[in-house]
């Protein structure tokens, strides 16, 4: 018998979806708040404070290197922007069997050094999405699976809401399960073009790692053969042995850099090579807002007289094709606004996730007349998987403000929590009636987001005066994010406590 | 680029009335063959228009991420609006 095409592509849609939903909406939440990374740090950072930066800042931190790190065999100055707030200078000193390598972060204004907390701000939630904190136990894997179960969602879900291509713009308001099938569709036709990218790019960010076979039979070092004869960069810099003084005046570069790169605030970093050495290299690397690519553009002159130096060759297409890819999956070419919109879709994202998986749940139930293990799990998983993560993101934040400064490994014991509030939310729903365990993590969100605000105000009111008096929006503008995912637990808490009732 | 967005936005909602159940709820009456005809045509021309707008700058490659970005916006604050319609008739 000839199997009905659709019927099958039903089947698949709803079960890709079950078995990988939770850790798809994992990836995607975690994912969609990465547009937000610096953001996210400068807020978990708030020793950084909310002064504008001098323009005096790159003058200012060659003379500090010039002075703590004379006879370094590389300085690196990454400069401060307006969403990260975050001047850092380090340098490497030559020593046996290993270099030494020193960091220290200025305050913007006066330029001294300030101590900040050690955390791994919003990069937590980018290396998340795609190692699931499982680095060294095959998290990428996952991943791809993961991405790959994406695609295979996206496609077969085009057959099963078929229906709603012929009814386009279309959401049934007058019942509950109607409205939440029809937005299930609605997003998930306008994430389309957006999930494909990510799945697609997702694979091929990891296109080594995930089909190595090739390159290893072709390459004795597989794919770090492969990428070392594709990849560009600047010519290997041979020592002259001469000892020279490096530039601290930088007004020379500044002006040639300007000339190539003439939007405001291009510079993202500037590294010395061989600083005291007469052949001595200046990099001036390129903020990636003007390209898809995430190829970081350089320049490259003398830091002994400032002259141009050769730069680096243009890459192949293939290998630019791929950067492209990473480029459209990390985003950092999007200005604030195109940030926002993508944000919008990564959301629209975990809401078309999150909505198939209760969808799942509840056409079930509606239709047996006893519930069986597989329905249970589902139902705990659920309410884990979906409020559970909303919860530990704010366990993060917590940790982030009331761990004390000096403890050994502050960083992994934030992460720490993250995770344990995840699992404290799971045991939680297993414990629990389903509706109780749904209501009240819903009210503990809601509290936790609504509190945190002023939880960062009690212990220190300087840190939002300060953004305040300076308009530092990055600062406010996380308070105000997690006001607003408070506001929307409390509105969600009493719309279901209501519709119980 | 606003330009583009509201073209998309005017354009969307042009292919939306050349569907008979969008426009019996905008309008209260039904919708003439011909009348389907003028929607479509004006709303898949006015995308086009909104596409080219963007694309005809600086950066061609960027503003089709905003193309594709505001398309995805648009889309879903168009259903709303219509379901919201629908919902007060």
Redesign the interface.
């Known amino acids: 018998m000839k199997p009905d095409f659709r019927k099958t592509m039903i089947w698949l849609h709803t079960y890709s979806g079950l078995v990988l939903g939770w850790l798809l909406l994992a990836i995607f939440v975690t994912g969609t708040l990465s547009y937000f990374n610096h953001e996210i740090s400068q807020w978990m950072k708030p020793e950084l404070g909310s002064k504008p930066v001098s323009s005096m800042a790159i003058n200012q931190s060659l003379q500090r290197l010039n002075t703590d790190a004379s006879g370094a065999i590389n300085w690196r100055i990454n400069l401060a922007t307006s969403r990260n707030n975050h001047l850092k200078l380090s340098w490497t000193m030559a020593n046996k069997p290993k270099n030494i390598r020193h960091s220290q972060t200025l305050d913007s204004q006066s330029f001294q050094p300030i101590e900040v907390r050690d955390t791994q701000g919003g990069n937590f939630f980018r290396t998340f999405h795609y190692t699931l904190q499982l680095r060294d136990y095959g998290g990428r894997y996952f991943a791809g699976i993961a991405a790959m179960m994406m695609l295979v969602g996206i496609f077969s879900g085009i057959f099963t809401h078929r229906r709603f291509f012929r009814?386009?713009?279309?959401?049934?308001?007058?019942n509950v399960l109607k409205t939440l099938t029809d937005l299930h569709a609605?997003?998930g036709?306008?994430?389309i073009?957006?999930c494909f990218i990510l799945s697609v790019s997702a694979l091929f960010i990891y296109i080594s790692m995930y089909m190595p076979w090739s390159m290893d039979h072709h390459y004795d070092k597989g794919s770090r053969e492969l990428n070392a004869l594709v990849s560009t960069s600047l010519p290997a810099l041979i020592p002259a042995n001469i000892a020279a003084k490096p530039i601290t005046d930088f007004t020379v570069i500044l002006a040639q850099v300007q000339q190539q790169w003439p939007e405001q605030n291009a510079i993202k970093r500037i590294s010395y090579e061989l600083p005291f050495d007469a052949n001595g290299r200046i990099v001036v690397s390129r903020h990636k807002s003007?390209?898809?690519s995430n190829k970081t553009q350089v320049l490259a002159f003398s830091s002994v007289d400032g002259h141009a130096l050769t730069g680096a060759e243009s890459e192949r297409t293939a290998r630019m094709l791929r950067r492209?890819f990473y480029g459209?999956h990390e985003a950092l070419?999007?200005s604030a606004g195109?940030r926002w919109?993508?944000f919008?879709?990564g959301s629209?994202s975990c809401l078309l996730i999150a909505s198939g998986m209760v969808m799942w749940l509840n056409k079930r139930l509606a239709k047996v007349k006893q519930r069986h293990l597989g329905h249970y799990l589902v139902e705990r998983l659920n309410i884990a998987g979906i409020i559970g993560l909303i919860l530990a993101i704010a366990g993060y934040f917590y940790a982030n403000r009331l761990l004390d400064f000096n403890l050994a490994q502050r960083a992994d014991a934030e992460i720490s929590v993250f995770l344990l509030t995840w699992l404290a939310a799971l045991t939680y729903s297993f414990i629990r009636p389903a509706q109780r365990a749904w209501l009240e993590l819903l009210l503990i969100t809601a509290i936790a987001y609504l509190l945190l605000p002023f939880v960062d105000f009690i212990l220190n009111p300087q840190w939002l005066l300060q953004a305040w008096q300076y308009n530092n929006w990055v600062y406010l503008g996380v308070d105000l994010a997690l006001l607003t995912t408070g506001s929307i637990s409390l509105i969600f808490y009493c719309w279901l406590r209501g519709r119980n009732n | 680029m606003i330009l583009s967005y509201l073209l998309q936005l005017v354009a969307l909602w042009l292919l939306s009335m050349a569907m008979t159940k969008h426009f019996r709820h905008s309008f209260k009456r039904s919708l003439s063959a011909r009348q389907e005809q003028c929607f479509s045509i004006g709303g898949w021309l006015t995308l086009v228009i909104s596409f080219i707008s963007l694309l005809s700058g600086e950066f061609p490659a960027l503003m089709g991420v905003y193309w594709l970005s505001f398309l995805a916006l648009n889309i879903l604050l168009i259903a709303l609006f219509n379901s919201w319609k629908s919902r007060k008739r």
């Open positions: 009814d386009f713009f279309t959401v049934r308001l007058n609605v997003v036709i306008i994430t073009p957006f003007m390209s898809l492209i459209l070419f999007a195109l919109l993508l919008f879709m629209a």
